[in-house]
């Protein structure tokens, strides 16, 4: 069991005050940005080799914190070594529209060097992408160059048993053989607007789904998506850069606009015997998940419906392509169905499921046309982390101990039994090998930057990967003496429900009164609230004098069904009126300025500032709101139909209306700073000059700040310069 005793947990805690400096050392905005990352150094892309000697992950550098080398740690010794070095192999070369997009929706659009890599089966070599072409390392240091092409290669990835290497070029499945012979397309017709293997882009920005092939397990067959998006409008997307703009005419499907075609095949390697799968006479459907029976002798298809109330689960004959239902999820009245990753065919033929049928998200198992409930309660299982098919156990992350803490459990398939593995107190991610022997762990809490260790399936720590402690010559330990630490409560709305808050304070002084930095997203598929390593800018915040809050509204997640679904054609509604709740608590505080509460949030979180701005005049005595959707009508199917419906010029118009920020743009009375990136494929710059045009319109005044060549997420100094200026100039940091 990885739990300690009170005791221990008390001695490292004063360990850790030994190691603090003698004098607190505040935070500046240039050293947040700088490298190292504050947080100490954070491996990505964790994983086990297939015989679990080595453990490899992707390094940042501690010169340039945003580029990742490939390293590898000899299990045994626990010695590290380099596998490849990015800036000595990699060209440097710029990368094609269509990965830097890839890499966008998966939110590592900074990152430079290696992003991912990819095991060989028999764990002799690993592939390696790096500069828009592929690489193959071997564990002797040698690395071998497989492509050299202007267009580059998406979504590469070595075949189940080794011998193949695949990969999309110029919108079509590419194949080769790994002994010998040259890579060569096996789809007959991408081009224009037809992509084979590929997602679209709905499947990479909400369904958390990022191919669009996938090899059988015996490698005889791959099942590979084909779509069409003639269908879809196109948006005139301009990436207005420092030196000159760049036009690209995007397909973006907006709410209530067609989405693209979608067909599915099965063929051989060679592209030869190519059969279509019959996903049934609806061509307006989602293609959620795809995968594999263990045997090779079935592949699994989950279909959504175009309103997301309807999910089934095909088993597909892949030498036919026939289908058949094996069992349908159906959203309750006012809801939705969400998607979720856990979906393992057994070797028994039985399917590991996640439903939200009873009102909670838990695991259950179909087997012989019947689905049994593996856990239940007032929690949330977040995902299966492995399984270990023989000894019939499930490993999954949960919140089984309290929604702000998230943890590892083990369930046993035959009693049912759930047993905690990870210690109270963190908020806790993990990963398995194939047979969910050993696990990767990793862990933070408020006082604790992430560290990861690996632990074996009774939950016990057995090494450290990354202990990271903030001891002499950490990078946050100079400031560990100032560091803020967070407090966390819940308060009651007017209508009974129970909302969970974050706040971090400076030192208080007997009769001052603070200004707040009331932070939010409040959209759904987020919890912002929960025991675990802050950002350093809240720690800044709090240096200079603010009080920094964080409320997460109904419409969040990890609450339970009912807890999400107050939003059901009715955004910017229920979320709105719980921070005004948390406004109100902020207020009643005696150490709170009420005249000096300032609210920020980004995304959901900038269009939930606008909102909050236009219904509650003059409670906030200033508002941020970046990339803000302003209009749900601009923004993309699969996510806004949802929860808004899939007509807004119909039967859902006053719902989508009602939602709507620019209408109400002149109800905006108190100081407002929009701010955009230029080159947003997300959420669209349309929205930014929608409601800039409305609050010009009305003579409303406003500030603005756009983003020569940034996409969605803006991690750059200058954001937080202007934001501090704006605040400073209507807020200011001083107690008074």
Known sequence: MLRTSLAALAASVALLSM?????AEDLTLGRIFA?????????????????????????PRAEEKDRFDLWAMDTATGQWRMLVDSKKVGTGAELSEAEKM????????????????????????????????????TLDGKVTRLTDTPEGELNPMVSTRGRYLSFVRNQNLHVADLNGGAARSITPDGAGTVYWGEAEFVAQEEMDRTTGYWWSPDESRIAVQRFDEAPVGIVTR?????????????????????NVLIDLFVMSPDGSGSVKVDLGTDRDIYLARVRWAPDGKTLYVQRQNRAQTVLDVLAIDPATGASKVLFTEKAGPKSW??????????KDGSILWWSERDGHGHLYRFAGGKMTQLTRGDWEVAGVNGVDQAAGKVFFNGNKDGVLERHVYALDLKSLAVTRLTEAGWWNNATADDGAKRFIVTRSNPGQPPQTYLADASGKRTAWINENAIAAGHPYHRYLDSHATPRFGQLTTKDGATLHWEMLTPKLEAGKKYPVFFEHYGGPHNQSVSRNWGAPLHQYLVDRGYIVFILDNRGSANRGKAFEDTIYRAMGGIEVRDQLAGADYLKGLDYVDPKRIATYGWSYGGYMTLKMLQA????????????????WELYDTHYTERYMGTDPRGRDAKAYAAANTIDDAAKIKDPLLIIHGMADDNVVLDNTTAMAAKLQATNTPFEMMLYPGKTHAIRDIHVWTTILDFLDRHVGAAPK
């Not at 169905?337 to 057994?346: A, D, G, H, K, R």
């Open 19 to 23: 190691t603090a400096p003698a004098h």
């Open 337 to 346: 169905i969400n998607l979720s990753n856990v979906f393992t065919p057994m």
């Open 238 to 258: 301009a990436a207005i850069g420092a030196e000159g703009t760049r036009v690209f005419e995007q397909r973006y499907p907006a709410a209530g606009t067609p």
């Open 102 to 137: 890839q890499r966008e929706r998966a939110r590592i659009g900074s990152q430079r060097g290696i992003v991912a890599y990819q095991w060989s089966s028999d764990g002799k070599s690993i592939l390696v992408p790096l500069d828009g072409d592929l690489y193959l390392a």
């Open 35 to 59: 490298s190292p990352d504050l947080a100490g150094e954070q491996p990505r892309a964790l994983r086990l080799s297939p015989d679990g000697r080595l453990l490899t992950s992707l390094r």
């Open 616 to 631: 509650n005049p003059g409670v906030y005595a200033a508002g941020i709101a970046g990339a803000p959707v302003t209009k």
